[in-house]
């Protein structure tokens, strides 16, 4: 299904409807437009318009491709400056905006529409919503003299994954702690998905068990390696799992104000009632949630937890909230709903069934781990409550995660058989 011209950034050039003339560039062999449209409610707030200018020039830089990978300084959206403390700068690694499209997701309740927001297209080693948190992160660690980044996750870890790319981009040494399960711990981990891509950029892999994992946590985990690092002579920056701390979230603070833009800058007048994602470690809902809550869009935010349980989202991301100042309650911002299953990326063969009519339907692959069992959670939860969802305009946010995909090939192998040994007849011509 074709992008919406009024939201897809990405898109073949149309005949403007203004006087401004939009901006092409040429980028990895695609048009590259940016919108320059005029909003026509801008006059009537002229500090979201000032926001959308703010917003606007950023974008016309990145279209030129000449600011990525560099250090830029961080003016928050006007809704955002009373929180506390604001970054001063941040790295350009992610290639936004982002695109918007109408989704057709099949089955939906009666006058429902959702839309898609393709995080997963925000680069390609550093895709997904990790790389929006890293740009801060990393900036911060540069900032504070690092030679060196620890960060710890899962065996197949998409911020783990981007962290060694962002990491490696700005010739920083990486660490990676990756939680895999006691039978495996003593054996090379392979080169399946995002191991690929993260022993390909050079990072340093410890394995730890799941067990051990449990027993001493993240925290000490990464501690325990920075003084090691620290004795060794190193200058190690540690990054939580996801990425996930109170800087982190300023990552999708920042997007809200991208959305926002969009919204402002189109042709049709959308206001989405409710923002869907899935939570994996807490950062994204956070910034999701505040900005929503503070800028102009108040959209519900409904997150699908992936691992742990609602109520252990809602202390986190009261942390993270509070963390910066932010004076709200988490529990009045997000609606949390476990999504996680079996467990965190253990999934069902009727969920990866599912991923695969998805993609079939709609051209859209999602993860396994994270957004697949989000839009599973979605529906199932649209069948069992229609009357929550119709009529209602949905922003789900696709999180990225694609090489995950290759850690389940087994799984998926069976549901996916469309092929034939092509029968071509002696008669056909050479």
């Not at 006007?78 to 936004?96: E, G, K």
């Not at 009632?273 to 949630?289: E, F, N, Q, W, Y």
């Not at 911002?333 to 599912?354: M, R």
């Not at 859209?364 to 649209?382: E, N, R």
Request: glycine share 8%; net charge neutral; charged share 20%.
């Amino acid at each position: 299904m074709s992008c919406s011209p009024l939201l897809c950034s990405f898109r073949i050039p149309a005949i403007p409807i203004s006087k401004k003339k939009p901006i092409f560039t040429h980028q990895n062999n695609r048009l590259l437009t940016v919108s320059l449209f005029s909003h026509s409610h801008s006059n009537s707030h002229p500090q979201h318009h000032t926001q959308s200018m703010e917003v606007n020039d950023t974008i016309t830089n990145n279209a030129l491709g000449f600011d990525f990978l560099t250090k830029k300084p961080y003016t928050p959206p006007s809704w955002a400056t009373h929180l506390n403390p604001i970054p001063p700068n941040y790295f350009s690694l992610a290639h936004l905006p982002t695109p918007i499209h109408k989704w057709n997701l099949p089955n939906l309740p009666k006058n429902t529409q959702v839309w898609l927001k393709r995080d997963d297209l925000s680069g390609m080693q550093l895709s997904g919503n990790k790389v929006r948190k890293l740009e801060f992160l990393m900036a911060d660690a540069v900032a504070q003299g690092a030679d060196c980044i620890i960060t710890i996750g899962g065996i197949q870890s998409n911020h783990c994954r981007a962290t060694a790319v962002a990491a490696r981009y700005l010739n920083l040494d990486c660490y990676l702690i990756l939680r895999t399960s006691k039978a495996v711990v003593d054996q090379d981990p392979g080169l399946t998905g995002n191991l690929l891509v993260e022993r390909l950029v050079g990072a340093h892999v410890e394995l730890i068990s799941k067990e051990e994992y449990g027993k001493i946590g993240s925290v000490a985990l990464t501690n325990h390696l920075k003084e090691k690092l620290l004795n060794e002579g190193r200058k190690p920056y540690v990054i939580p799992v996801g990425g996930s701390n109170s800087l982190g979230t300023w990552g999708y603070i920042k997007a809200i104000a991208e959305i926002e833009h969009q919204l402002q800058t189109g042709t049709e007048n959308i206001k989405f009632d409710d923002i869907v994602v899935a939570c994996g470690s807490g950062g994204t809902i956070a910034g999701l949630s505040l900005g929503s809550l503070l800028s102009s869009l108040k959209a519900k935010v409904h997150a699908f937890s992936v691992c742990d349980d609602p109520n252990y989202f809602y202390d986190y991301v009261q942390g993270l909230l509070d963390g910066l100042e932010a004076g709200v309650d988490s529990r009045n911002i997000v609606d949390i709903i476990n999504a996680k299953g079996l467990g965190y990326a253990i999934n069902t063969a009727e969920e990866l069934n599912f991923v695969k009519e998805i993609a079939a339907a709609t051209g859209v692959i999602l993860d396994p781990v994270y957004s697949g069992k989000a839009v599973y959670g979605l529906t199932k939860d649209m069948a069992e409550n229609p009357k929550k969802w119709e009529g209602r305009k949905i922003l789900f946010i696709h999180t990225g995660g694609l090489l995950g995909l290759y850690d389940k090939v087994q799984q998926i192998d069976s549901l996916v058989g469309n092929w034939n040994r092509m029968d071509v007849h002696e008669s056909v011509p050479p």
